[in-house]
């Protein structure tokens, strides 16, 4: 089974996304189809050593060399029943390629936004690896945050502090910034990290959701807006393009600066942004970048 990206791409900025519906154990899952490259037969597995729990070993496809997670150890599920409808779901998130084992690949669902909520702390314990749970006609499936499950295997695929200069000079410290990004682990991050970099003043939010409630208070009392808004893209309840198209549509926020900070940044995808109105767009984890494409869009 392969994807045709071509096909089912949704129209820029309508909060909708095409999620692939895969099993593992007794669970149904999901992951946004703008992160998957196809859908193969397992190939052999040549072993490394030293290699994370989660990590079974690397595949070559073609002439790449692509490591691959079990997602049964991931979500602490027993090994596949029957091993002949397993498929690797080649994904590629944050400049990298990986192979994601599952179980099983049933179908590929159109969702909005707005019918995925964040998971509960109850959830069956996957809540810390899950972007929201998915609310279909007859099922609900788990979203996952395949970029958390990458960067607890490998921290470096994560924003990286070290990667930026710290500074203290007033012009950066006087501008307003608003974060938008569902993760926490990532919010902090982020936060931390522009916080060395001088951008000390931040506003972090969740969801675009809570960002457009939060920015439109601002206009209706007449209060100061922030500088410019950092967003990423996948989040419940209002995706980052989405958010991005309904700023650019507001008289009064137009002039605000937007940039679309994701793991989702790629060429195929770049023009999304463009066609809602992103003023940049920075790939994770390229922080040192972020923080030059902000300098650029509000320093003097």
């Known amino acids: 089974m392969g994807t045709n990206q071509t096909n089912i791409l949704t129209e820029s900025g309508t909060n909708e996304l095409e999620v692939v519906i895969f099993q593992v ?9 703008l992160k998957v490259r196809e859908i193969i037969q397992p190939l052999p597995l040549t072993e490394t050593p030293n290699r994370h729990e989660h990590v079974e070993g690397i595949i070559r496809l073609r002439d790449e060399v ?19 409808q397993d498929k690797f779901i080649i994904g590629e998130l944050n400049q990298m390629k990986v192979a994601f084992h599952v179980h099983g690949v049933s179908r590929i669902h159109r969702v ?21 749970i998915i609310k ?15 960067m607890d295997i490998s921290p470096e695929s994560g924003v990286q502090t070290s990667q930026v200069e710290e500074r203290t000079d007033s012009e950066r410290a006087n501008k307003a910034l608003i974060i938008v990004e569902d993760s926490p682990v990532l919010r902090k991050m982020l936060e931390d990290t522009l916080h060395k970099a001088g951008y000390v003043s931040t506003t972090v939010l969740q969801d675009g959701n809570e960002a457009w409630l939060y920015l439109t208070s601002l206009v209706e009392n007449n209060k100061e807006l922030p ?3 950092i967003t990423d893209l996948e989040m419940p309840q209002m995706d980052g393009h989405h958010l991005t198209l309904k700023i650019k549509e507001s008289p009064q926020l137009q002039h605000l600066p937007v940039v679309i900070f994701s793991s989702l940044i790629t060429e195929d995808l770049f023009h999304k942004g463009v066609k809602v109105g992103a003023d940049t767009q920075v790939s994770k984890p390229n922080i040192d970048q972020l923080v030059d494409e902000i300098d650029k869009l509000i320093l003097p």
């Open 227 to 229: 500088d410019l808004v």
């Open 66 to 84: 692509i490591p691959v997670i079990d997602m049964a150890k991931v979500l602490d599920y027993p090994p596949s029943d029957n091993p002949s």
């Open 25 to 33: 154990g007794t669970g149904t899952f999901g992951i946004n189809v």
């Open 136 to 150: 279909m006609e007859n099922e609900m499936a788990l979203l996952l945050d395949f970029e958390k499950i990458v």
């Open 112 to 132: 909005s936004w707005k019918q995925i909520e964040k998971p509960g702390k109850f959830y069956q314990g996957h809540e810390a690896n899950t972007i929201g």
